[in-house]
């Protein structure tokens, strides 16, 4: 009796780990795991993540130009804790520059390790992302930052203040030889130095709990349809490298321009061509600064939305806001400019926003920004800096616009709670 016992529970125990095993392979190939959808194959991202944009200090820097306004006692301490109070936004982009780097590298590294540490006291998880605007302050002194000065040494194909943004000539041989890894400094091609600069900061950053992952390069300028695959051949390069020292999430950029009619092709097949070859745990970004209801923003939704599904990545969306552009011309071409006049955020706005983000399932989303730096456009800052006038001391606090987009992801987590998935039968 003992010994038919014994074979009646271990056929027990046999049957229910089958019936299990059948449920949980049901579940890995409806893409549902304890009923919740899960990101495309090859990543192991599962969570909502809705955060800000953050601008530092010394981390912002540019080496041709220093700012102008003076940075608040307490900054971070004082930031972190006024973000943190609303439970809905989990976590901050904290854009960086490698030019700030090479400026001043102590003040830099120091300001990094500051925004762990005050990341993990307030519970608020960290991207930080390698920012480039105008490709470099070395290309457009006023305005730009991102690449060192280093890279420029060639001063007759890259002379100063020759424009950094895509219709310079300059910025589009920079770009184009940064692709075919011509650029070079001491020998070292610039591929390997970017990768040795980001491994500075992995290295002091990836233990804290609060890291979330790196972005490898925000925004990337292409200029003709063959650069498409190698900016594939670039972020595996440095996605390969990465890994070998972090397990975090790795976040790869939209080019620049998205012109949709341009000669590029901007189209989810060429999109597609930029993932790395490695896809765990890798998330694809991209900006949007309008309400994609329809014309170019739902346009741009949709063509990111089936890049996403092309390539197999969950969408991160990395900046986004709402503003208006106005069309003007420089040097005889055209370009379009933000008209701070016109633009603005309302809960409405912010909501319809969010609730497009939800609807096609993005892995995350970032507002643009807090920043000590005052801003023109009124809803492009989430803080504001006052200045004791008898101390001199400046202090930072949010602005309505803080609360706005907290009310717009706490509609969205909101949706989440609510939501019900069938879950699939199985039998035998």
Same mark, same amino acid.
């Given at each position: ?20 095993? #059948? ?20 990543? =192991? ?71 762990? =540490?005050?990341?993990?006291?307030? !519970? ?38 020759? #424009? ?19 650029? /070079?400094?001491? !020998? ?30 925000? *925004? ?9 695959? /190698? ?63 329809? #014309? ?9 939305? &089936? ?10 969306? !990395? ?31 912010? =909501? ?16 643009? *920004? ?40 706490? &509609? ?17």
């Amino acid at each position: 009796m003992r010994h038919q016992s014994f074979i009646t529970v271990a056929l027990s125990i046999l049957v229910t780990s089958f019936v299990f095993s #059948g449920i949980s392979n049901v579940f890995s190939q409806q893409g549902l795991e304890n009923g919740r959808v899960l990101p495309p194959a090859g990543n =192991n991202v599962t969570q909502e993540h809705f955060g800000i944009n953050m601008r530092g200090f010394y981390t912002s820097m540019p080496q041709s130009r220093d700012f102008k306004v003076n940075f608040p006692e307490n900054y971070y301490d004082s930031s972190f804790k006024a973000i943190a109070n609303d439970h809905n936004i989990d976590h901050i982009r904290y854009r960086f520059y490698w030019e700030s780097f090479v400026r001043n590298s102590s003040a830099f590294m120091k300001e990094i390790e500051d925004v762990a =540490n005050m990341a993990d006291k307030y !519970g608020l998880k960290v991207i930080y992302d390698n920012h480039q605007f105008h490709t470099s302050s070395w290309m457009n002194p006023s305005r730009g930052n991102g690449f060192p000065t280093y890279l420029f040494a060639d001063t007759k194909l890259y002379p100063q203040d020759s #424009g950094g943004t895509p219709k310079s000539p300059a910025a589009q041989t920079w770009w184009t030889n940064w692709w075919n890894n011509a650029i /070079k400094a001491n !020998g070292t091609d610039g591929w390997t130095l970017q990768l040795d600069f980001l491994k500075k900061i992995v290295q002091a950053v990836d233990k804290h709990p609060s890291t979330l992952g790196y972005e490898i390069l925000s *925004e990337p300028q292409v200029h003709t349809v063959d650069q498409w695959a /190698k900016i594939g051949k670039y972020n595996s390069f440095l996605t390969d490298g990465l890994r070998k020292i972090t397990g975090k999430t790795i976040v790869y950029s939209m080019n620049i321009p998205i012109d949709l009619k341009s000669p590029i092709k901007v189209n989810a097949e060429n999109l597609a061509k930029m993932t790395p070859h490695n896809k765990q745990n890798v998330v694809f970004k991209f900006s949007l600064y309008g309400i994609p209801s329809d #014309g170019y923003q739902a346009d741009k939704l949709g063509l990111f939305e &089936n890049t996403s599904k092309l390539s197999g990545v969950p969408l991160y969306i !990395g900046e986004w806001n709402n503003v208006k552009r106005v069309q003007t011309f420089e040097n005889g071409k055209s370009v379009w400019i933000i008209d701070e006049t016109m633009s603005d955020i309302n809960q409405a706005q912010a =909501n319809k926003i969010v609730n497009e983000f939800k609807r096609i399932g993005v892995w995350g989303a970032a507002f643009w *920004e807090w920043s000590f730096v005052p801003n023109d456009t009124p809803n492009f800052n989430l803080a504001n800096v006052t200045t004791d006038k008898v101390t001199g001391k400046e202090s930072i606090y949010p602005t309505k616009y803080l609360e706005i987009v907290a009310n717009a992801y706490k &509609n969205a987590l909101s949706q989440s709670e609510n939501e019900t998935i069938a879950l699939p039968t199985t039998t035998g």
